[in-house]
């Protein structure tokens, strides 16, 4: 399957090969035509154990990334095996096969198995489930975590080590354990300032503000933008309900977002609205000011407007 998507690689967390390509060659697609590759290099991905507790598919995907990123994958396969794959829900193998543009495969590929067959019964193909059962057995393809394929070269990851994690300081591939945030945030500002090459900007620099009657005073490192937007983590419904029960606990200790934070919530699929709205979770989130603004992208690619005017001047 081809999209005209960069992440149309998620259906690959079915199985299915599949990645996004350009305008062009979509519509020779649609108009019959081939489309010709030479047939790639297929890296092993081998993932064993079990996350721990409170470790989520977006620590996961940080880490993946950064060692694919290391490992060098752009124009290959990389498909993923093991007894750790069993662990994985189908949603979080979608996050990891979502980030494929990030660590630069083509495809980042899972197993056919019962986790297959149940997303095709949720989503109402109930014809097909056996057939698919019996085509994947009969091709050898059915997903075996004790098995070993072939591959061109492979990595190995326990999931037990994976650790909370942040994309940063620019790039994901640059992950940052949330436990070094801050540390990380330090020894790397002298060179993002000196980017800039403003003499105003100095290390120890301040800025006083107000909004809404609330006097701040901003520094290198404030947070004045926090969203929930339509990119890996929202394609993650485990990831979507974490943020709801983070809301409803934060508004029950009587937590709030401060004024000069500009907040919005904006996911891939009027779905999440349901789901977040019927579990009661869309009142706390709102009550911390993450309104639903529309669906899709926003802030991840700069499509967020404005910051608020005091802080943006």
Not at 246 to 267: D, F, N, Q, R, Y
Request: net charge neutral; proline share 5%.
């Amino acid at each position: 399957c081809v999209g005209t998507d960069s992440h149309t690689t998620m259906l690959n967390g079915l199985g299915i090969v599949g990645w996004g390509v350009g305008g062009i060659e979509a519509e020779a697609a649609m108009l019959g035509q081939p489309i010709s590759m030479l047939i790639p290099q297929v890296i092993g991905f081998k993932l064993h154990g079990k996350l721990r507790t409170g470790v989520t598919a977006t620590d996961l995907v940080l880490t993946i990334t950064q060692m694919l990123r290391k490992k060098g994958v752009v124009g290959k396969f990389v498909e993923f095996f093991g007894q750790g794959v069993a662990e994985l829900s189908l949603a979080d193998r979608a996050t990891i096969a979502n980030m494929a543009p990030e660590y630069g495969a083509t495809i980042g590929v899972f197993p056919v198995d019962d986790k297959t067959l149940d997303y095709l019964n949720l989503t109402g193909r109930t014809k097909n489930t056996e057939l698919v059962k019996k085509y994947y057995q009969e091709q050898g393809m059915w997903f075996d975590p004790s098995a070993t394929p072939t591959f061109t070269d492979s990595l190995d990851l326990d999931l037990d080590t994976v650790e909370p994690s942040l994309a940063g300081p620019s790039r994901p591939q640059d992950r940052v354990t949330l436990k070094n945030v801050k540390t990380e945030f330090a020894s790397n500002l002298p060179k993002l300032l000196e980017q800039m090459k403003d003499p105003a900007a100095k290390p120890g620099a301040t800025a006083k503000i107000a909004v809404d009657g609330v006097d701040a005073n901003l520094e290198h490192g404030s947070v004045v933008i926090a969203a929930i937007t339509s990119c890996t983590n929202t394609s993650n419904p485990a990831g979507l309900m974490t943020a709801g029960l983070l809301a409803k606990k934060a508004v029950e200790k009587g937590l709030s977002t401060k004024p000069w934070v500009k907040t919005s919530l904006a996911p891939g699929s009027k779905v999440v609205t349901d789901y977040l709205t019927e579990s009661g979770l869309m009142k706390p989130l709102e009550a911390l000011k993450f309104y639903l603004v529309g669906y899709g992208c926003t802030t991840c690619i700069g499509n967020a407007g404005p910051l608020i005017d005091a802080v943006s001047k």
